[in-house]
């Protein structure tokens, strides 16, 4: 009996392994087969696109905002990648989605994939008037007041069908350039050595003192400078600007009254007080015009503005002409 016990659990084992082995190889043939089914040309390049950007935004409805559909476009297109890789691509986590290691693998292949696809549309005959594409520069109120008008009514001249959005400079100026959320930067930050960032400079500036001449006369000493009320305007949650840093070079430190995060914001907020502005001097053209000035009181290296755009837009017909609209804008200014 015992023998037979023996002889039964060896071959109960024995069909177990068997029926395992089965089961592992029926899971390789459906991988395989599936994996055969994948047709690389049911891929598009908007589905590549909406990959990319939920990628870099790590969020659906980021996304959908900024490829200007709904939702559920792009939450169908994540499902269709989802079937042709075989790959979940995205996992919920808390409130926000995180990239799967397929994903973070696919990333800089499909940026590749797209920039060669950018390039497949660009046609040799450029011409302005065929444009109708929405271009996206990032400038502080600075630049904006100072180019922008001028650049936006040569686009609406010569090319009445594209678009323009301005956003606000954010602290993300090389990863936003890289994520294409945006296709020029106006700054006067030196960006750091980067081989895929390009950038040319566009117009120097000088430092110069504003303030109400109804409220308060300029200051005649550098020490009346440092004892007067200041403003200044911060776009950072630095707790020093470029003007502090030379004062403090020279052993001096002054106290502010306000500070904000615009030029617009800060004229009219200064009108009516003793306060004083050390600002760049174009300022005085346009957002500063009511205000008095005088000439600042300790030396101050020139204001450098630069644009910065990608390596991949570098060659491209439209971004030429679009930097040419701003390079003749500053020229002017």
Known sequence: MSGERRAGGMTAALVFALCA??????????????MKEFDYLNLDGRLLLMFKTVYDEQSVTAAAARLGVNQSTVSHGLARLR?????P???KSGRNIIPSQRADQLAGRVDKLLDGLKELGEVEDFSPSDV??????????YQRELLMPKVFRKIREQAPNAGLKIINTAGRIIEDLR????????????????????????FTDAFTCFYDAEMVSPPQTMEDYVKAQHARVSFTNENRSLVDELLIKTGYQRNFTLEV?????????????PLIATLPSRLGHFIMSDFASFPCPFPAPALTFHHYW????????????????????????
């Open 83 to 87: 079937d042709l890789l075989g790959d």
């Open 89 to 91: 691509l995205f996992i």
């Open 261 to 273: 995060p615009g030029f617009i914001a800060l004229s009219t907020l200064m009108r009516g007080t």
């Open 310 to 333: 990608h390596k991949r837009d570098n060659a491209s017909p439209k971004h030429q002409w679009l930097r040419s609209l701003v390079r003749e804008a500053a020229e002017s200014a």
């Open 21 to 34: 082995i089965a089961l592992v190889s029926i899971n390789c043939i459906c991988f395989i087969n599936n």
């Open 179 to 202: 994520a294409r959320r945006t296709d020029l930067v106006i700054s006067p930050l030196s960006l750091r050595d980067s081989e895929d960032i390009m950038g040319q400079l566009l």
């Open 132 to 141: 109708t594409d929405r271009f996206v520069i990032s400038a502080h109120d």
